[in-house]
């Protein structure tokens, strides 16, 4: 036998008479008057056979019974009144993305058109900081970050391993006449404090000291630009420089490479992991990783 529901009018006069404590108030809220609120309140009692109120002074107060069934009513309330926000806002959804700001400029937004394409319905945020993104940076939904990990709290996926070699325009190359043999006393170097110059110069088989002097940057993003303008040879991430690489306006002049020890990580609050925005970026930027070549092409860009 199914159970009878109360009257939902009922349920919803009660709410708001126990909320303010008396139906003389309750009356106001709800533009009703007060004979309509006591009658809507009579005859849920009736309904349920119980004692919902008991008069203190000029006001009510809840039976214990009765606040545990406001309780009970004001939540499941609650719950309709999100569900139907929920439906009313799926048509036009919100996802703020924050990552590191040389990998927002050089990887991310050359490929953010694609999701932003699939995904007419979300409207995307990206914030980005010059500082190894974790969520704790930015006020975003998920975060790229860019660092060793772990990163304890919240939900954490390797998904990129990244590479560091020396780039430069070819009329650079040309100019100071680089190559693997080539000697490096009066060539302009360019790094960030994330990619010190001592790392690849071990995996080259280089006996040299990080450089003292040259630009520093930043920004990795920086680095490139300056590099394809002229300025300088910069040591940059494989992630970074791909595009430029395959356009032309980079060279790799030296063929030695070495890992980065720095990986970028998806990184999302576990309350935000399972929400359909967040779903469907996580999914979108595995495929984007899945599609780029981790792998560094020793003959890609070379002088």
């Not at 309904?47 to 309780?71: N, P």
């Not at 937004?109 to 914030?127: A, E, K, N, T």
């Not at 954490?156 to 190559?179: G, I, K, N, T």
């Not at 002229?230 to 040591?235: N, R, T």
Request: aromatic share 10%.
């Amino acid at each position: 036998m199914s159970k009878r529901l109360p009257s939902l009018n009922a349920l919803r006069v009660f709410v708001v008479v126990a909320r303010h404590g008396g139906v003389s108030r309750a009356s106001e809220v709800l533009n009703l008057t007060h004979s309509a609120v006591s009658h809507q309140i009579r005859i849920l009692q009736e309904e349920l056979g119980i004692t919902l109120f008991d008069k203190a002074g000029r006001g009510l107060s809840l039976t214990t019974e009765g606040s545990r069934f406001a309780q009970r009513v004001e939540a499941a309330f609650n719950e309709i009144e999100d569900a139907a926000h929920e439906v009313c806002t799926s048509q036009h959804r919100h996802l703020r993305v924050g990552t590191i700001s040389s990998f927002a400029a050089c990887w991310l937004l050359p490929r953010i058109g694609d999701f932003i394409s699939s995904c007419p319905d979300i409207d995307v945020d990206v914030q980005s900081t010059n500082t190894p993104t974790v969520l704790t940076h930015l006020d975003a939904d998920v975060s790229i970050g860019f660092g060793t990990g772990p990163y304890p709290g919240v939900f954490s996926e390797l998904l990129l391993r990244d590479w560091l070699f020396p780039v430069c325009s070819p009329e650079f190359a040309r100019q100071y006449d680089l190559h693997d043999h080539a000697w490096f006393d009066g060539v302009p170097l360019m790094h960030s404090s994330y990619e010190p110059w001592s790392l690849w110069f071990a995996a080259a088989g280089i006996t040299a000291k990080e450089p003292e002097r040259g630009i520093m940057f930043d920004n990795s993003a920086l680095i490139l630009q300056a590099a394809i303008k002229g300025q300088g040879l910069g040591l940059v991430r494989h992630s970074l420089a791909h595009d430029d690489l395959v356009a032309g306006r980079l060279v790799r002049p030296f063929s030695a490479v070495v890992e980065s020890p720095m990986s970028y990580y998806f990184l999302c609050r576990m309350d935000k992991l399972e929400t359909p925005p967040v779903t469907r970026f996580r999914q979108w930027i595995k495929e984007q990783v899945a599609a780029f070549p981790t792998h560094v092409d020793r003959a890609l860009g070379s002088a």
